[in-house]
């Protein structure tokens, strides 16, 4: 039975690892559904870091 994932071997010392690596549509969906509950849980810290990161690029970038 053929599975979604892919195996790939990645020398480690002397040892082989095998690495099992998903679609990458798969993790960035599991990466903003866990940051949308995160921001339902949590909307404050949430807020208070986009602030801080457009305050940062905003100085940084000076658009004017």
Sequence with gaps: MAS???EH???KSRNEI???TGP???TT???LEHFQ???RERPGV???WCFGIGFVL???LKLW
Excluded: F, I
Aim: proline share 4%; glycine share 8%; charged share 30%.
């Design 9 to 11: 071997t990645v020398p």
């Design 37 to 39: 509950e995160y921001g």
């Design 4 to 6: 979604s994932t892919e």
């Design 58 to 60: 905003g100085w940084k």
């Design 24 to 26: 990458s549509e798969q």
């Design 46 to 48: 949430v807020a208070l």
């Design 29 to 31: 969906k599991s990466a």
């Design 18 to 20: 095998k690495v099992r």
